[in-house]
T-cell receptor
Framework: NAGVMQNPRHLVRRRGQEARLRCSPM?????VYWYRQLPEEGLKFMVY????????ESGMPKERFSAEFPKEGPSILRIQQVVRGDSAAYFC?????????????FGPGTRLLVL | GESVGLHLPTLSVQEGDNSIINCAYS??????FIWYKQESGKGPQFIID?????DKRQGQRVTVLLNKTVKHLSLQIAATQPGDSAVYFC??????????????FGPGTSLSVIP
């Protein structure tokens, strides 16, 4: 059973470009979470999605950031017009979210560098 | 505000000794706690979890202790090995008013094992 997969693992963008990060949850998981991590810091919640629904986007900036989890295909975190401050590691996690099965399992992350 | 925090940001331990990593939480409504291990360049890896109806849970070489009276969580690693060197995060499953459980991560403790 493959774990959470993220691609690309590393992404370099110039200021003003768009960054698109993909996440495929573990098989059978329909709940996806995105986190952002700056160097030497903890994980900051960004958004929680179920299939075709955004449940909680309170941690995601209102401007330039968007997320989706379509019925088919991976979850996408999109950052438009990137700025240097967007450089960070972005982690995706997935869970079953059944009673007693709330553990989130993380992917390897996408490290975004904005030049 | 409510948060999960760690007492010690860094910890150095001699190989073979036991390690204890501490964590404080402030939300008495939290009912599920998780420890994650994050090695350099990788995503967080689930180690062990505990529910609020338990005081102690043991895994392979790891034990998590929960003291609800003082809102304290600890991770004990027996016979620490070089491969245990990593950043350890405690996380709190925070039940929101909307009944959506949000996982809040602490800032992390960096464990260094001295050979």
């Amino acid at each position: 059973n493959a774990g959470v997969m993220q691609n690309p693992r590393h992404l370099v963008r110039r200021r003003g470009q768009e960054a698109r990060l993909r996440c495929s949850p573990m098989k059978g998981h329909s709940h996806v979470y995105w986190y952002r991590q700056l160097p030497e810091e903890g994980l900051k919640f960004m958004v929680y999605l179920q299939k075709e629904n955004i449940i909680d986007e309170s941690g995601m900036p209102k401007e330039r950031f968007s997320a989706e989890f379509p019925k088919e295909g991976p979850s996408i975190l999109r950052i438009q017009q990137v700025v240097r401050g967007d450089s960070a590691a972005y982690f995706c996690a997935s869970s079953l979210r059944l009673a007693g099965e709330e553990t989130q399992y993380f992917g390897p992350g996408t490290r975004l560098l904005v030049l | 505000g409510e948060s999960v925090g760690l007492h010690l940001p860094t910890l150095s331990v001699q190989e073979g000794d036991n390690s204890i990593i501490n964590c404080a939480y402030s939300n008495s409504a939290s009912d599920y706690f998780i420890w994650y291990k994050q090695e350099s360049g990788k995503g967080p890896q689930f180690i062990i979890d505990i529910r609020s109806n338990m005081d102690k849970r043991q895994g392979q070489r790891v034990t998590v202790l929960l003291n609800k009276t003082v809102k304290h969580l600890s991770l004990q690693i027996a016979a620490t090995q070089p491969g245990d060197s990593a950043v350890y995060f405690c996380a709190e499953n925070k039940r929101e008013e909307t009944s959506y459980d949000k996982v809040i991560f602490g800032p992390g403790t960096s464990l260094s094992v001295i050979p």
